[in-house]
């Protein structure tokens, strides 16, 4: 398996879009308060940039974009990043990819000095939540103040 993880550019903004939202649905993350129905979906190269300390990474398998994950400032903070729209397609899946690319986006925030990193997610996500469990991430009984992911269940804080 050749494994790339690199950051997303405008070449890659339709595929990822697709698998977001049908990774999305398949969780039952549809509609108002999901990622998947952020704005910024249709169009991720043009949300992530170095400058805004933020990338969104794709991973490709053989060539072929298989999901991708990003980090971003949460909500304005210069201390609190969040992980965002981690979606692998179920095919990729149970191969190790979440792990390498929750490392890969962890990594990125360290090297932007943030201090901590937020998610929000669905209890129905189970093997993620398993994945952020062991790479330290703590649940948290309500979400952080000024998530836009009203439609989530679980939220997680990790110490970076």
């Not at 043009?46 to 949460?74: C, M, P, T, W």
């Not at 990729?92 to 979440?98: A, E, H």
């Not at 009984?141 to 804080?157: E, Q, R």
Request: contains cysteine; aromatic residues 10%; charged residues 20%.
């Amino acid at each position: 398996m050749n494994l790339i993880i690199k950051e997303i550019t405008p070449d890659y903004d339709a595929v990822i879009s697709k698998i977001i939202k049908q990774v999305g649905a398949e969780f039952g993350a549809i509609g108002e308060g999901f990622g998947p129905s952020d704005p910024e979906v249709a169009a991720m190269s043009q949300h992530y940039s170095d400058k805004e300390a933020s990338r969104y990474f794709v991973v490709l398998v053989n060539d072929s974009v298989v999901g991708g994950s990003g980090i971003a400032a949460f909500n304005g903070s210069s201390d609190t990043c969040e992980l965002r729209k981690l979606f692998i397609l179920p095919t990729s899946r149970g191969l190790g990819i979440g792990k390498q690319l929750t490392e890969h986006c962890l990594s990125y925030a360290k090297s932007k000095g943030y201090k901590q990193c937020y998610l929000d997610t669905l209890a129905t996500m189970e093997s993620a939540i398993n994945l952020y469990e062991k790479f330290g991430f703590k649940h948290l009984s309500h979400p952080l103040a000024g998530t836009i992911h009203n439609g989530c269940d679980v939220w997680m804080l990790k110490t970076l």
